[in-house]
């Protein structure tokens, strides 16, 4: 009975739900986790109260659910960057742009099941997870009373905050006038996102990000002012800092696409050689639809589309595999890659290239979190088949969504600015708005190649990524995020760990869900 109507229904729901709170929670922190484990305990907790269910339906429900988180994250880590940029896009181009990434990550992602979950048995540590606690359950619904309490501590703080005006948005030393405030920045942002975001990034990661924030508030940003090199600190991290940070992020990435893409693109054609022998004609008609669904649709050029698309099958493919490895699915940097490529050989405007990284970012992230998926299935011995099914309609309800969620995020707290920050949409527009390198960027760039080669030979590239990260991004969102990683250090220490985690999970989808319904209730109130 595991793919059942109800499955779907709440699937479906509950997927609508993770996308309107990973969207707030993305753009605030600049990254969105896992919520397989999560909704693995919601599902639990209702179907449970329903009766008369088993553990692959839980499974199925849980599938259909975490397909909204990833998707929402492909969409605000690059579609933003078309605002930041002056320039506008619709419900509709956001609605095809989630359709056809999301369909496209599940389409390439078919024939891995085999190759990565069965005879190479990747571990998939999320879906692995996602297994074991759907296989143990919930006695007396413990976990679900902290996943459901800690979403009211999250609603309500969020409604003192933003709605009643309780509790300021913002704690900073600007405050104080005088040569500290001249010269320093230091804060911390008043949410409990950051926080938790930090706890389930974990101490490493945060603790370089924090590094980068370090170096940027507290010695480069100084001594430019000191120096009288700018008037103001402001002027010195929007001239050197953001350039320097936003470079280092890109040269990074590249580094990242040659030390770890470009090698696993031999074992692309194996992996996909089932398809070849099996389902070649349904294969071929899905992809020309997508191309022709950019095409006809967006009205892309349709060299465009067939990049966008190609794009995502190799990044679709690759999101899959590092998932599988390290548990980290780099999707953004996928989509800046492409991005990069695609503009230095045919150039493009603007709003193509950022509608083309969206593509390839959600494909890439639905591909990743498909694949935890089917691992927690395999595991459960869930139908693939209904597991497929269930994504699908998870990908199309969050996309019926996430126009909506954005325009609405966008009018209320403006994307990009204090409220949310968006890291990687403001990476992708000073790719895309470039006209050339500037010395600084360009600095950065050579910088963040550099430093990714030498830490891959101890750590993953991807660290540098963090770095950069905290160079550019406010301090108020930089402090929050460390200590809830230190956090996360101390509650590794005394065996506290997923207690921990359902915790945060939890206040982020408090907080982040009444953010974006106050957001769209502010935007319904535009066409009273």
Known sequence: ?????????????????????????????????????????????????????????????????????????????????????????????????????????????????????????????????????????????????????????????????????????????????????????????VSLIPFSGGYLIGPRFTGIWFAGAVLANFILIPYLVSAGEFATKFDAASAIAAPLGIGI??????????L???????SLVSDYGEVARGGTRLFGLAVILMVALLTMVLQLNVIVSVIAIFGAFVMAYIGARVTGEMNVDPMELFAMIVLIAAKLLFGFNAVLLVLLAAVVCI????????????????????????????????????????????????????????????????????????????MVLGAGI???IVLAIIVSFFSSAIAVIAFGIGIYVPIFLSLPLFIGGLLRFAADKKGLTEKGRLVAAGAIAGEGFIGVVLALIGFAATFL
């Open 363 to 438: 494909a890439a992230g639905v591909a990743g979190d498909l694949m935890q998926d089917l691992k927690a299935g395999h595991l459960l011995g869930t139908n693939p088949r209904d597991q497929l099914l269930a994504q699908v309609v998870g990908v199309v309800a969050a996309s019926l969504a996430m126009g909506f969620v954005l325009i609405a995020l966008n009018n209320a707290y403006v994307i990009g600015s204090v409220d949310l920050p968006a890291p990687q949409a403001v990476a992708l527009s000073a790719i895309v708005g470039a006209d050339s390198l500037s």
């Open 249 to 258: 992020v890109i040269g990074a990435s590249i580094a990242y696409f040659a």
């Open 1 to 189: 009975m595991s793919l059942s109507f109800r499955a779907l229904l709440i699937g479906a729901i509950l997927s609508v739900a993770v996308a309107m709170y990973s969207a707030f929670a993305g753009l605030k922190i600049g990254g969105v986790y896992w919520p397989s484990v999560t909704m693995a305990v919601v599902a639990m907790a209702i179907l449970t109260l329903l009766g008369n269910t088993d553990k692959n339906e839980i499974n199925i429900v849980q599938t259909a659910a975490s397909a909204g988180g990833l998707l929402a994250a492909g969409l605000i880590f690059t579609l933003p960057a078309i605002w930041l940029l002056g320039l506008e896009v619709g419900l509709v181009e956001i609605f095809f742009v989630s359709i056809v990434g999301g369909l496209t990550g599940i389409i390439f992602s078919i024939p891995l099941r085999r190759e990565m979950i069965e005879r190479e048995q990747l571990p998939y540590p999320d879906g692995t997870a996602t297994a074991a606690i759907i296989e143990a359950g919930d006695e007396r619904g413990e976990k679900a009373k902290i996943v459901f309490g800690m979403v009211g501590v999250g609603a309500v703080f969020s409604l003192l905050r933003d709605h009643f005006a309780v509790i300021p948005g913002l704690l900073s030393i600007d405050s104080i006038k005088g040569g500290v405030s001249r010269l320093f920045s230091f804060g911390t942002s």
């Open 446 to 448: 050579a910088i963040g």
């Open 260 to 266: 770890k893409v470009v090698p696993r693109l031999k």
